[in-house]
């Protein structure tokens, strides 16, 4: 099995209007300014050099305190290795894993992801 260099990262938002349901969605003109739009916006914690985000199993635990996101609602990561590109998912549920760690469960948001 190949190594996959640690290099992935996340980056945890509050709650920003956007619902699992795709009932609602942002609409950008490029890429560009999607990516300069979550850019501007608050982040509650953001990890890096992370293991690879399998957006398929929907779970990732990062080194970042719960307290720090406990009220994310909505994430975006990037595998700097492959894609290279942001995905974008909905945070369900953050669990306290230790004092340094958190699992962050989460759904992949297509819409963001791939406009």
Request: charged share 15%; glycine share 4%.
């Amino acid at each position: 099995m190949a190594y996959i260099a640690p290099n992935s990262d996340i980056q945890f938002f509050p709650d920003i209007g956007l619902s699992p349901r795709q009932e609602n969605t942002f609409y950008f003109v490029s890429t560009a300014a999607k990516d300069s739009y979550f850019d501007s916006l608050q982040r509650l914690g953001a990890a890096q050099s992370c293991s690879y985000v399998r957006g398929s199993r929907g779970v990732v635990r990062v080194q970042i305190p719960i307290a720090q996101i406990y009220n994310a609602g909505y994430m975006r990561y990037r595998n700097a290795s492959f894609e290279a590109k942001w995905f974008y998912a909905f945070v369900t549920e953050v669990e306290y894993i230790n004092n340094e760690t958190t699992e962050v469960s989460f759904v992949p948001d297509y819409i963001m992801t791939w406009m």
